[in-house]
């Protein structure tokens, strides 16, 4: 099982366990698919077991989640453009620090594919929502989630340079 973690805080923020993972954009996003899962809604016949019973009990407690929001415990967050706009160049900037003493030769790649990358994200900023990871730093990298072409849940994105791999 692969688990990436955020390189500041390591929050677990996607595993290999989603649908889908896969990266974009000449490999400067990693992605994964998500959908609903209902929690709390196991009767298995228990509450009513009459064999000829209609409709059965079931747990009005339960309750429908984004699989990736709830597996990795993400924080929904409301992001104005102009604040996006800022915490994207503080955080390039760190990211881009980082690189140059982890991994020097992903720093050219990093930058030219933000450049590439911001402008358009920018483009369809209304389209996005913003998450963060657990421990809620504003700092850390942040987790988008957008609905594409038809689908009924959200494709979630991460800044691939910004997660560390680890494999268990």
Known sequence: MIVWKDAFTKDELLSDGMKNVRTLESGLLLACDSYNVTLGASDYGISNNEEDAMG???DSGAETVNVVVDAFKLQSIQLPKKDFQLYIKKYSRRLKEYLEKENPDRVQSFMEGMKEWVPKMLKDFDDYEFYMG????????LVLAKYEGES???TFMYLKDGLIE???
């Open 134 to 141: 657990p421990t809620c730093d504003p700092d850390a990298l």
């Open 56 to 58: 059965g009990g079931g």
């Open 166 to 168: 680890e494999k268990f």
């Open 152 to 154: 009924h849940y959200p």
